[in-house]
């Protein structure tokens, strides 16, 4: 719950000096806007934000913060922005949704965005995180047709798979590619964006959350089978520790022989990460390469070798299945 900033505790003499650098860092940041000069702005805001945010979380100030935050002008004005409000507002009850990947993907704003807003949308979109989310699109495409060209009947499996931006250009849309492409999400309008994108390719839409995944067979009638490439991004952000490990281990299990398994998950170093969870109400469940790691061993993976996007925002694990090829799903 936010509390009013007007009256601090008097035990928590830290405050003061928080709001202070928070409230010059914001100022300043509304007066780049002012002169037009919104990508300034957002260099600007970034790591100072992040590093203040964090302060706030380490001196269990995050209330006084956010309020803070609310209160001041550049909060009002960041709102043009239709990726910050979408995320802010949560039309379909989750920050994160397919249309707002869309808009990094895209860069194009919605009818009735004001001139402000496209140019906020400008720099939000194509801050440090923004780039990160591209960077894994393009990642994403060269896996798919790794498998694509090399793998005669290939079968590769999309986990969270969103509007599955990354089958854009990819061989998967070409006659080439002959196996199958399973594009998975719990979301109905993500999977009816799919299926209208990729009509008359081998890609198949299976409208299914992951704890329907968990409580499935591999295989038999109900299962989705194995796959050469399982990979999960924008997914692993929003699984706490458990449900993530037991979903990697059910993913390790659905890997045919000498399959890889690619996960994403956001950093807690992330450079964006202040302006996601102050102005976007969008907090991640972060994790940094040890903690990945670390889970992607207890869930019984036999092979992880790890790497950062070049933007330093995000962590992949790619796997390879235990020595069984089958582990267990642990409780
Ligand atoms: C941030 S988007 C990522 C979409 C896509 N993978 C990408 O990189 O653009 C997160 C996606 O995860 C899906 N999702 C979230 N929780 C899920 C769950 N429990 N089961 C299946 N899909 C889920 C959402 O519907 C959404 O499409």
Redesign the pocket.
């Known amino acids: 719950m936010i509390t009013s900033f007007d009256a601090p505790p008097a035990a928590r003499p830290l405050l003061p000096m928080l709001a202070a650098r928070l409230t010059v860092l914001l100022d300043d940041a509304a007066a780049h806007i002012d002169r037009g000069q919104s990508v300034n702005a957002f260099r600007l805001l970034g790591a100072p934000l992040s590093a203040l945010w964090a302060e706030a979380r380490g001196s269990s100030r995050t209330d006084e913060a956010l309020a803070l935050v609310r209160a001041h002008r550049l909060f009002a004005l960041v709102r043009q922005d239709p990726y910050t409000e979408r995320a802010a507002t949560k039309p379909r009850g989750?920050a994160?949704?397919?249309v707002m990947?869309d808009y990094v993907y895209r860069g194009q704003a919605p009818e009735g965005t004001s001139a402000l807003g496209r140019e906020i949308m400008a720099a939000t979109t194509r801050s440090p995180m923004g780039l990160s989310v591209l960077y894994?699109r393009v990642l994403l495409r060269s896996l798919i047709d790794d498998v694509a060209a090399s793998i005669d009947g290939g079968r590769i499996l999309?986990v969270?798979?969103?509007?599955c931006?990354e089958l854009e250009g990819s061989l998967v849309m070409s006659p080439l590619f002959q196996g199958e492409f399973v594009a998975?999400?719990?979301?109905p309008l993500?999977c009816a964006e799919v299926s209208r994108c990729t009509a008359g390719h081998r890609v198949r839409v299976v409208q299914?959350?992951?704890?329907e995944l968990l409580a499935r067979p591999v295989d038999g009638g109900e299962g989705l089978g194995c796959f050469d490439l399982v990979y999960s991004?924008?997914?692993y952000d929003?699984l706490p520790e458990v449900l993530a490990r037991r979903l990697t281990a059910r993913l390790l299990q659905m890997l045919r022989p000498g399959g890889r398994l690619l996960l994403a998950n956001f950093v807690p170093t992330g450079s964006g990460r202040g302006y996601m969870e102050m102005f976007m109400d969008w907090p991640l469940i972060v994790r940094n390469e040890v903690a990945f790691r670390e889970m992607a061993v207890a869930a019984g993976a036999g092979s992880v070798s790890s790497f950062h996007d070049p933007h330093r925002n995000v962590v992949y694990i790619e796997l390879g299945a235990g020595q069984t090829g089958r582990s267990e799903v642990p409780a």
């Open positions: 989750y994160g949704d397919a990947m894994r999309s969270a798979s969103g509007h931006r998975l999400d719990q979301d993500s299914q959350g992951v704890r991004a924008g997914l929003y």
